[in-house]
T-cell receptor, first 117, second 114 residues
Framework: EAGVTQFPSHSVIEKGQTVTLRCDPI?????LYWYRRVMGKEIKFLLH????????ESGMPNNRFLAERTGGTYSTLKVQPAELEDSGVYFC???????????????FGQGTRLTVV | AQSVTQLGSHVSVSEGALVLLRCNYS??????LFWYVQYPNQGLQLLLK??????LVKGINGFEAEFKKSETSFHLTKPSAHMSDAAEYFC????????????FGQGTELSVKP
């Protein structure tokens, strides 16, 4: 079974340009999460989808970031326009169930390393 | 609010020596605690998790961690380090009902010397 897949693995763009990151979760996983790690800092939560709906987007830095999950399958994270401080590794994760009683494992992708120059 | 502190951004051990990676958490509610590992050029992989069952949790690759409520700690240990253990390790906390919304520590880079 395929794991969580992220595209591209690396992206270098100029300040002011637009970049779109993609995440394909494990098939059948309703929950999809985006995280970001800025160099030297901890991994931080950005947002959480349950199927196609945004459950929690409290970690999104600002309105230059737009996340979508069409049809509850893959997700995209667009940064427009990109700034220097957006550089970092963007991780996607998915999990099967979301229950008040069960805290199931989140499976992570390998991440997309974004460099804004 | 919840938070996680990992003591030591870099830890170096000799092959065969004890591995001890420290993690302290802060949580106003009973926490769920996790250790993840990231090998070079790979994604995060779950090592083990504590979800209010046994306080001593065994994970993959010989790792284990003990939940100590009185010390608010969840340190990761392995009796004998192997070269293949070299990686970055992350401690994380979440709340029941928060699904996969994790709060991570800063990470600890483990080096293993021959």
């Amino acid at each position: 079974e395929a794991g969580v897949t992220q595209f591209p693995s690396h992206s270098v763009i100029e300040k002011g340009q637009t970049v779109t990151l993609r995440c394909d979760p494990i098939s059948g996983h309703d929950n999809l999460y985006w995280y970001r790690r800025v160099m030297g800092k901890e991994i931080k939560f950005l947002l959480h989808f349950v199927k196609e709906s945004k459950q929690d987007e409290s970690g999104m830095p600002n309105n230059r970031f737009l996340a979508e999950r069409t049809g509850g399958t893959y997700s995209t994270l667009k940064v427009q326009p990109a700034e220097l401080e957006d550089s970092g590794v963007y991780f996607c994760a998915s999990s099967q169930e979301w229950s008040k009683e069960i805290n199931t494992e989140a499976f992570f992708g390998q991440g997309t390393r974004l460099t804004v120059v | 609010a919840q938070s996680v502190t990992q003591l030591g951004s870099h830890v170096s051990v000799s092959e065969g020596a004890l591995v001890l990676l420290r993690c302290n958490y802060s949580s106003s509610v009973p926490p769920y605690l996790f250790w993840y590992v990231q090998y070079p050029n790979q994604g995060l992989q779950l090592l083990l998790k504590y979800t209010s069952a046994a306080t001593l949790v065994k994970g993959i690759n010989g790792f284990e961690a003990e939940f100590k409520k009185s010390e608010t700690s969840f340190h990761l240990t392995k009796p004998s380090a192997h070269m293949s253990d070299a990686a970055e390790y992350f401690c994380a906390v979440s709340r029941s009902g928060q699904g996969g919304k994790l709060i991570f520590g800063q990470g600890t880079e483990l080096s293993v010397k021959p």
